[in-house]
């Protein structure tokens, strides 16, 4: 007797701890609320109108582009929320609200919708929708521009203490980045965007989610130790003083939320093994190498981009089956 059976392909994630999407959306938020308020006490009441026109805006859309198509909301998830929380920590503290409206935009309807939702899309909605508004409007999005020019502020930011170019990125060069203690990269005492300063946060918060199972620590693992090779090899062998080392590399810019929280998102990263390695790996090294040698001073959102162009290409890498095929006598 003849039994159909149906094969069914679902949506990302294909690996998870089980949980509700909703579930990990709000651990991931509050995995990342030590940066964003160490963010917020730093800047002030700007910050916290960056962060609260991101995560608003972000979910409006959604709510819109649900009614526009006819689909139950899915603001409840907590997936719309957490994307402009995650795109609110890589603005500095002042950003014209028209610029946030348009990036939550982009973010949702090309990050998201027009692949079918949360899961099916190839790019991480948060790094797709960052760099098409960068490449727009670059210059609303930069530190310097928010911030009164040439300072470094200390852990209260009560004066400046150094009379420092603020962006921590001059061609990466060993002598902009001895400006910056392994101890001040890690407290925040220099200026970044609002969610990346507070380099110890965003490791305590990454450290959670692997823990409770919700990032898979050979992506975050594979990525640093990328960018530390790299860095590591530029420093030792580039001409003296050109290349800053690896602790900077590592600790400064947007290296740190990409290692511990773009690697969470699911649809747009591997599931296997040795995928997760390459991926890792080559956006480590694409990111030192657009830092050292490219135009572009922060290279992880190009990176990440690069490497989710592969993503699918690279998921393809399996172990070969156990045991022979026998053919039948």
Same mark, same amino acid.
């Given at each position: 007797?003849?039994?159909? $059976?149906k ?8 690996c998870?701890n ?13 995995a990342?609320l ?7 006490l ?6 916290l ?17 649900? !009614?526009i198509? $006819? ?10 929320a957490l994307t402009g929380l995650l795109?609110?920590m ?5 950003v014209?609200w ?6 939550t935009?982009?973010?949702?309807? =090309? ?7 949360m ?9 797709l929708?960052?760099?098409? &508004? ?7 999005? /930069? ?8 300072y470094?502020? /200390?852990?209260?930011?009560a004066n400046? =203490? ?5 962006a ?6 060993? /002598? ?6 392994t ?5 925040g ?17 990454g450290?959670?989610l692997?823990?409770?199972g919700?990032? !898979?620590?050979?992506l ?5 130790a990328g960018?530390?090779? &790299?860095a &590591?090899l530029?420093s ?8 800053a080392?690896a602790?900077?590399?590592?600790l ?5 939320i990409?290692?511990f929280?773009?690697?969470?998102? /699911?649809?747009?990263t591997p599931?296997n093994l040795?995928p997760m ?5 080559g ?7 657009i !830092?050292?040698i490219g135009?572009?001073?922060d290279?992880? =959102?190009y ?14 890498? !399996?172990?070969?089956a ?8």
């Amino acid at each position: 007797m003849e039994t159909n $059976k149906k094969f069914v392909v679902s949506y990302a994630p294909h690996c998870h701890n089980g949980d509700r999407i909703s579930k990990k959306s709000y651990n991931m938020m509050l995995a990342a609320l030590p940066a964003v308020f160490f963010g917020i006490l730093q800047y002030g009441i700007a910050a916290l109108s960056v962060i609260c026109l991101c995560v608003s805006t972000a979910m409006a859309w959604e709510l819109i582009f649900n !009614r526009i198509m $006819k689909q139950p909301p899915t603001i409840g998830d907590g997936n719309a929320a957490l994307t402009g929380l995650l795109l609110g920590m890589l603005m500095p503290p002042v950003v014209p609200w028209w610029v946030i409206l348009t990036m939550t935009f982009v973010t949702i309807l =090309i990050g998201k919708v027009i692949w079918g939702g949360m899961g099916g899309n190839p790019f991480n909605p948060v790094i797709l929708g960052y760099a098409i &508004t960068r490449l727009s409007w670059g210059g609303f999005m /930069d530190v310097d521009a928010s911030l009164a020019p040439g300072y470094i502020f /200390d852990f209260n930011m009560a004066n400046p =203490i150094v009379a420092v170019k603020s962006a921590i990125w001059d061609g990466a060069g060993a /002598d902009a980045a001895s400006a910056f203690s392994t101890k001040a990269l890690l407290l925040g005492q220099h200026c970044g965007t609002i969610g990346t300063m507070f380099g110890l946060g965003l490791i305590v918060g990454g450290l959670y989610l692997i823990i409770r199972g919700y990032l !898979r620590w050979e992506l975050c693992l594979s990525y640093l130790a990328g960018v530390i090779v &790299t860095a &590591t090899l530029f420093s030792a062998f580039g001409p003296e003083g050109k290349y800053a080392g690896a602790t900077f590399h590592v600790l400064a810019g947007f290296t740190l939320i990409a290692a511990f929280f773009f690697m969470a998102e /699911d649809s747009s990263t591997p599931i296997n093994l040795i995928p997760m390695v390459i991926y890792g790996v080559g956006a480590g090294v694409l990111t030192i190498l657009i !830092r050292n040698i490219g135009n572009y001073a922060d290279g992880v =959102i190009y990176a990440f981009l690069l490497m989710n162009v592969l993503n699918p290409l690279l998921d393809n890498i !399996r172990p070969k089956a156990l045991g022979k095929v026998v053919e039948n006598e």
